[in-house]
């Protein structure tokens, strides 16, 4: 029989400083995730972008989608909570995008139309387009997310950055309603 001194488990590296340095704040996530969608998932920077609609309609979709994405993310930017939330906004973003680039709508169709217009038609998906738009955004991502580590913190000091971005969220979708309206 062999004597043991220690024990290990799979909580001994809980409380190890490198994992809190090395893991991403997330903080870092919720900033990277509603960038993402406010700019690389935004159908009105596209079209701006083309030259189809003014700079003014495409800041305040930008300050719109981030702002209410960032607000989503800061509530539910725990550490258990953030991926799933992530992967279900980036898949309904990248769905929404290639929706509404492929059926050709207005960009207002996004917060004043139904959503059942959203969602790109069963035969777009057999074309090559639709589906290298999805895969690029909404798979990559998704990928690039599931393979980061999300920093542990204690939870006063998870709860005042959660706090902390939401307000910051809620004044930039603030603004991006005024610039809309």
Request: with cysteine.
């Amino acid at each position: 029989m062999a004597l043991r001194l220690f024990r290990t488990t799979g909580f001994s590296t809980l409380l190890m400083p490198g994992e809190s340095r090395m893991a991403t704040h997330p903080a870092m996530l919720v900033l990277g995730g509603s960038l993402w969608l406010a700019l690389a998932c935004n159908v009105a920077v596209w079209r701006w972008l083309a030259g189809g609609l003014d700079a003014l309609t495409a800041l305040g979709s930008i300050l719109l989608i981030g702002g209410a994405s960032g607000a989503l993310f800061s509530l539910l930017g725990w550490r258990r909570t953030l991926k799933p939330v992530l992967t279900f906004a980036l898949v309904a973003a990248a769905l929404a995008a290639a929706g509404i680039w492929s059926q050709q709508l207005p960009v207002e169709t996004l917060w004043q139309g139904p959503p059942r217009l959203l969602l790109p038609a069963w035969t777009s998906f057999m074309r090559w387009q639709v589906l290298a738009l999805v895969a690029v955004l909404a798979v990559i991502p998704i990928v690039w997310l599931w393979n980061h580590a999300v920093r542990r913190m204690p939870g006063p000091r998870q709860l005042q950055s959660n706090v902390t971005g939401f307000l910051i969220a809620v004044l930039l979708f603030g603004v991006g309603i005024f610039l809309v309206h």
